[in-house]
């Protein structure tokens, strides 16, 4: 049994005010909270077992990187990777897809090559590969959604021709909530030969996810909406794949030997890994991962769903309120836009002084936004500590937004 309050109770911040009101937090989105464990882990790392990792043979170093390591193990534990040597750490989401657009993908696509991708996906998925359209002419080819938000799995394959090289898509859309049948996706393209990446920032945040099951070429996370520290993360990267990658960063750790004229380099992951990593950051990522699994996915996503559901009815009452995108089995993620002439930026204002936060703008999404005609909207992204009580606060909060911007 799921017991909210519970769960509420293990983050420091939910008690807190703010502009003399109980924080109502709806912006996990962007960025989640952190629990208890995961401050009180990354403390006692610093007070107690703090050095640099992979470098020293002194006690505290071999401890440090024993703790450290041992995060890619839970990484491939949560998302059911069949092995640890395939989880590359990084920065969050942006890093890894940076790096697959660095380090496998430039080097072997040529002028006229195609990379499909959906109408659905944050930045972070679509300007690395704006970059090789920039500065090697490969082909952007965009699938639309839905009008409700949902995206066709059959469209993205049909979108993929001879010269498709890459497929990129989200599981998740940090705009709408919808979910997408990457696991289809990924189907239909390896029958076709096409590599595929999904971003699972928001995904994994949300259901549980299995590697084999969706049966994807690369799959990244960021530890922020995770629960963990935010300058956490990781990718998953297919053994095939990592073996056609070429470094990304260069610097310490990513070495086997350097000379005056020649360099070595070692062995994936480490190879994809340059420099003093954050290593109290992902030590807090692998607190905040097995903490989900102790509260088990399954139960994350039951308790979402329910809140999805009541959210959704409550909306339905305000005939004012423009909901983007009501795929059937979206997520708990609602942007939304008030009638009349009130700006995302002046309801989040007023939500703020009710404690309620919420974003308001383009959600790093702007194809996705034009695409549903609007110039920015305010999203309220709940997460495993939110309550129904807090679902009727975000609606008075909206009403009296209602009431003074009519
Ligand atoms: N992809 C999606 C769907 C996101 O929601 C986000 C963050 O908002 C990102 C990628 C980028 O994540 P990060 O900023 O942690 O690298």
Redesign the pocket.
């Given at each position: 049994m799921y017991d909210v309050e519970k769960v509420r109770a293990d983050f420091p911040i939910l008690s807190r005010e703010v502009n003399g009101k109980p924080l109502v937090y709806l912006d996990n989105?962007?960025?989640a909270q952190k629990p208890r464990v995961v401050i009180d882990a990354m403390t006692h790392a610093y007070e107690h077992e703090y050095a640099n990792v992979h470098r020293g043979l002194h006690y505290l170093s071999n401890l440090a990187t024993d703790k450290y390591e041992a995060v890619r193990g839970i990484v491939a534990r949560f998302l059911h990777a069949p092995d640890p040597e395939e989880i590359v750490f990084t920065?969050?989401?942006?890093?890894?897809?940076n790096l697959v657009s660095y380090a496998w993908a430039a080097p072997r696509m040529q002028a006229g090559d195609e990379i499909v991708l959906s109408v659905l996906?944050?930045?972070?998925?679509i300007v690395p590969w704006h970059f090789l359209r920039e500065r090697q002419g490969v082909v952007l080819k965009w699938v639309e959604p839905e009008l409700d938000g949902s995206l066709d799995p059959q469209k993205v394959l049909d979108a993929i021709g001879p010269k498709t090289k890459l497929v990129a898509v989200?599981q998740?859309?940090?705009v709408t909530g919808t979910l997408v049948d990457v696991a289809a996706i990924c189907r239909g393209a390896k029958e076709k030969g096409v590599p595929v990446l999904v971003?699972g920032?928001?995904?994994a945040v949300h259901r549980p996810v299995s590697i084999p099951e969706i049966g994807c070429d690369f799959y990244?996370i960021?530890?922020?909406?995770l629960y963990g520290p935010?300058g956490s993360?990781a990718i998953w990267i297919a053994k095939e794949r990592m073996k056609e990658m070429r470094p990304f960063l260069g610097g310490g750790d990513m070495i086997r030997d350097v000379y005056r004229d020649t360099v070595t380099y070692n062995d994936p992951p480490m190879k994809f890994e340059a420099g003093t990593p954050g290593i109290v950051q992902q030590i807090g990522m692998g607190v905040a991962l097995e903490y989900l699994m102790g509260l088990g996915m399954e139960n994350i996503a039951s308790h979402e769903a329910k809140l999805a559901a009541y959210a959704t009815t409550r909306f339905k009452g305000l005939n004012w309120l423009n909901i983007q995108g009501d795929a059937p089995g979206k997520g708990a993620i609602f942007s939304m836009t008030l009638e009349g002439a009130a700006h995302a930026h002046d309801i989040s204002t007023v939500l703020d002084k009710k404690g309620v936060a919420v974003r308001a703008g383009t959600?790093?999404?702007m194809p996705l936004l034009d695409f549903f005609g609007a110039t920015a909207t305010c999203r309220a992204s709940f997460g495993l500590y939110n309550t129904k009580a807090e679902v009727d606060k975000l609606i008075e909060a909206l009403e009296l937004c209602h009431e003074l911007f009519a």
């Open positions: 989105g962007a960025s920065t969050g989401t942006t890093e890894g897809i996906e944050h930045h972070a998925n989200t998740m859309s940090n971003d920032s928001q995904g990244a960021t530890g922020h909406k935010s993360g959600h790093c999404a």
